[in-house]
C-alpha cells in the first residue's frame, strides 16, 4: 500500500497482515482522486471516511493537505494502525473504533467529503441504509460530496441525491451529491474506465 499523491507522495504503508479488509487498489484510488481534484481544494476538506479498514483513503487526504480527517471502523487493529501511522506522519486524523451505523446515528459533525467503503458482501439494503442516514442527518455540505465503494453487483443509482459513477476493474465508486441546478453540467461523460 502506497500514498500516491502529496507530502508523502510514493511512502510505502506496510498495514498488519491479518487485518480484515480489501484495501482499495493504486488504480483505483489514483482515478479516483483525479475526480477529486476537479472538484475540491483537498487542504480546505473536512473528511468523514467510513469503514476506513487501513486508513488508505485517509492517509491520502492527509497527504494532500486535509486538515480534518475522521476515520470511523469497528475493527480494533485497524484503528491501531490508522494511529500509529497518523502519529508517525503527524497527521491529523481522528480515529474511531465504532461500528458505522452507531456513529452515523450518534455524530452531529459536517463534511465536505463522506467515503464509505464497506466490505463488498454487505447487503444491498446496509449500502442504501449508509447513504440515506448521511442525507438524512445533513452529515454532508452543501457543495460536498459522498463516494460509495462498491461491486458491480450492488447497484445504488436509483438512491436520491445520486449523481454519477465511475468503474475501475472490479470496483465501483458512485458519487452523491446535494442536488442543485449545477449538476447537470457536471455529470456529463463516459461513466466508465478500465
Same mark, same amino acid.
Given at each position: 500500500?502506497?500514498?500516491?499523491?502529496?507530502?508523502?507522495?510514493?511512502?510505502?504503508?506496510?498495514?498488519?497482515? *491479518?487485518?480484515?479488509?480489501?484495501?482499495?487498489?493504486?488504480?483505483?484510488?489514483?482515478?479516483?482522486?483525479?475526480?477529486?481534484?476537479?472538484?475540491?481544494?483537498?487542504?480546505?476538506?473536512?473528511?468523514?471516511?467510513?469503514?476506513?479498514?487501513?486508513?488508505?483513503?485517509?492517509?491520502?487526504?492527509?497527504?494532500?493537505?486535509?486538515?480534518?480527517?475522521?476515520?470511523?471502523?469497528?475493527?480494533?487493529?485497524?484503528?491501531?494502525?490508522?494511529?500509529?501511522?497518523?502519529?508517525?506522519?503527524?497527521?491529523?486524523? &481522528?480515529?474511531?473504533?465504532?461500528?458505522?451505523?452507531?456513529?452515523?446515528?450518534?455524530?452531529?459533525?459536517?463534511?465536505?467529503?463522506?467515503?464509505?467503503?464497506?466490505?463488498?458482501?454487505?447487503?444491498?439494503?446496509?449500502?442504501?441504509?449508509?447513504?440515506?442516514?448521511?442525507?438524512?442527518?445533513?452529515?454532508?455540505?452543501?457543495?460536498?460530496?459522498?463516494?460509495?465503494?462498491?461491486?458491480?453487483? &450492488?447497484?445504488?443509482?436509483?438512491?436520491?441525491?445520486?449523481?454519477?459513477?465511475? *468503474?475501475?476493474?472490479?470496483? &465501483?465508486?458512485?458519487?452523491?451529491?446535494?442536488? *442543485?441546478?449545477?449538476?447537470?453540467?457536471?455529470?456529463?461523460?463516459?461513466?466508465?474506465?478500465?
Amino acid at each position: 500500500m502506497r500514498i500516491i499523491s502529496g507530502k508523502y507522495k510514493g511512502r510505502r504503508l506496510s498495514p498488519p497482515k *491479518n487485518l480484515p479488509v480489501r484495501p482499495t487498489t493504486d488504480m483505483s484510488k489514483e482515478a479516483l482522486f483525479n475526480i477529486l481534484n476537479n472538484h475540491f481544494n483537498f487542504a480546505e476538506l473536512s473528511v468523514l471516511d467510513l469503514f476506513a479498514g487501513t486508513g488508505n483513503i485517509s492517509f491520502e487526504f492527509a497527504s494532500r493537505g486535509s486538515e480534518a480527517i475522521v476515520s470511523v471502523d469497528a475493527d480494533f487493529g485497524c484503528i491501531s494502525f490508522i494511529k500509529k501511522t497518523t502519529d508517525e506522519f503527524e497527521f491529523n486524523i &481522528t480515529a474511531i473504533k465504532s461500528d458505522v451505523f452507531k456513529f452515523l446515528e450518534k455524530t452531529k459533525g459536517n463534511y465536505d467529503i463522506v467515503f464509505a467503503d464497506p466490505p463488498y458482501g454487505m447487503t444491498q439494503e446496509n449500502f442504501e441504509k449508509v447513504v440515506q442516514i448521511v442525507f438524512e442527518k445533513e452529515l454532508l455540505s452543501e457543495d460536498g460530496m459522498m463516494i460509495v465503494e462498491h461491486s458491480k453487483h &450492488t447497484k445504488l443509482e436509483h438512491l436520491s441525491n445520486f449523481s454519477f459513477q465511475k *468503474n475501475y476493474g472490479g470496483s &465501483t465508486f458512485s458519487f452523491f451529491e446535494l442536488e *442543485n441546478e449545477s449538476d447537470n453540467d457536471e455529470i456529463e461523460g463516459d461513466d466508465s474506465e478500465e
